[in-house]
């Protein structure tokens, strides 16, 4: 569905980080645009998408910042996934654990560790 060395890793506070992948290493069709948005205080506005592989459909799995706050321009023609809902996500061979919780998706491989935001009780750190 997508594979790329070209990924960026994006670091937030309290959070494991994030791999946004260039909108070419998505497969054609990938990617379906839904509605609704959230905002990000630092990079501005998300939109959100469907990730559609294999004929399965994996609901708002991905968002990208189509326009992004200044300083975050390098997003602009990325898009990150949810780990969670993605069969499977590999960093350098390496299986990737999802983030707890629904809102956050950072990716946790061996190199990262915690605490992180996402479980319950962590919202207000």
């Not at 990924?7 to 609704?36: D, I, K, M, N, Q």
């Not at 919780?101 to 950072?106: A, K, P, T």
């Amino acid at each position: 569905m997508a594979a790329t060395s070209a990924a960026l890793r994006v670091l937030e506070t309290s959070h494991p980080p994030v791999y946004y992948l260039p909108l070419e290493a998505f497969a054609p069709g990938a990617l379906h645009p839904v509605s609704g948005r959230t905002h990000c205080e630092f990079k501005g506005a998300a939109s959100y998408y469907d990730v559609v592989s294999g004929g399965r459909r994996a609901a708002r799995a991905a968002w990208r910042y189509e326009d992004p706050a200044p300083g975050y321009e390098a997003l602009t023609e990325t898009a990150a996934l949810y780990p969670g809902l993605m069969d499977v996500v590999r960093v350098d061979g390496e299986d990737v654990q999802a983030q707890e919780g629904d809102f956050y998706g950072g990716w946790i491989t061996s190199r990262v560790t915690g605490p992180f935001k996402g479980p319950p009780g962590t919202w207000g750190w």
